[in-house]
């Protein structure tokens, strides 16, 4: 079946750039998304790619997907403690099901 | 333009006892999904509608919940009799594009 894998923590400086990893499973999945959720909210829609592209930038998030492999990555350019938060890694299967990650707690140390 | 609207945003209930929750979609998006996620998990679908059709409803446990979007707009997902186990965050989002969904807030169950 599918699944969405995800390191569990991931601890950074202040300042740093941060990047978050994800592998998929499905390979006709057609969007990836990363969402953010802070403590006791919904999650938040940062971003998303569609399956036919390799790279999507917007302001401080940079997305790499490399399909062949079925890996996704969020780069945090300039990581401030705002940034703190659990990121889920997401893949939209072929029948329109979107399967969520575990989630990566984001730690920004001062 | 207002976001997806839960309530309530907290419910403590004794194990059999029945709980609902409701949610309002952003207006104009035609599906609406409610999800489950427990403590340290993303977030797995209950089921989705389009307008007031489930589309999928394949991994809502039916023996003790049921959900209903009567008007294709707010819904209601109900548990009865909820179970210790079903203490959880429930999730309501909802699309009018194929590739974005919007979450609400949750409403975050505790089953004693």
């Known amino acids: 079946g599918e699944d969405v894998e995800q390191s569990l923590f991931l601890s950074v400086r202040e300042g740093d750039s941060s990047v978050i990893n994800c592998t998929y499973t499905d390979s006709s999945s057609t969007y990836l998304y990363w969402y953010k959720q802070e403590p006791g909210a919904g999650l938040q829609l940062l971003t998303y790619?569609?399956?036919?592209?390799d790279m999507k930038q917007d302001q401080r998030l940079t997305v790499l997907l490399n399909k062949k492999d079925k890996h996704l990555s969020l780069r945090i350019a300039d990581t401030q403690t705002g940034d703190s938060a659990i990121y889920f890694c997401a893949e939209k299967t072929s029948y329109d099901k979107v399967i969520f990650g575990p989630g990566t707690s984001l730690s920004v140390i001062p | 333009e207002a976001g997806v609207v839960q309530s309530p945003r907290y419910k403590i209930i004794e194990k059999k006892q029945p709980v609902a929750f409701w949610c309002n979609p952003i207006?104009?998006?035609?599906?609406l999904y409610w999800y489950r996620q427990n403590l340290g998990q993303g977030p797995e679908l209950l089921i989705r509608?389009?307008?007031?059709?489930?589309?999928?409803d394949s991994q809502l446990p039916k023996d003790r919940f049921s959900a209903e979007r009567l008007k294709g707009v707010d819904s209601t997902l109900k548990i009865q009799p909820a179970e210790l186990g079903d203490s959880a965050v429930y999730l309501c989002?909802?699309?009018?594009?194929?590739?974005?969904?919007?979450f609400g807030p949750g409403t975050r169950l505790l089953v004693l």
């Open positions: 509608y389009e307008n007031e059709e489930a589309v999928d």
């Open positions: 989002a909802s699309s009018s594009r194929q590739e974005t969904q919007y």
């Open positions: 207006s104009g998006h035609n599906t």
């Open positions: 790619i569609f399956s036919n592209m």
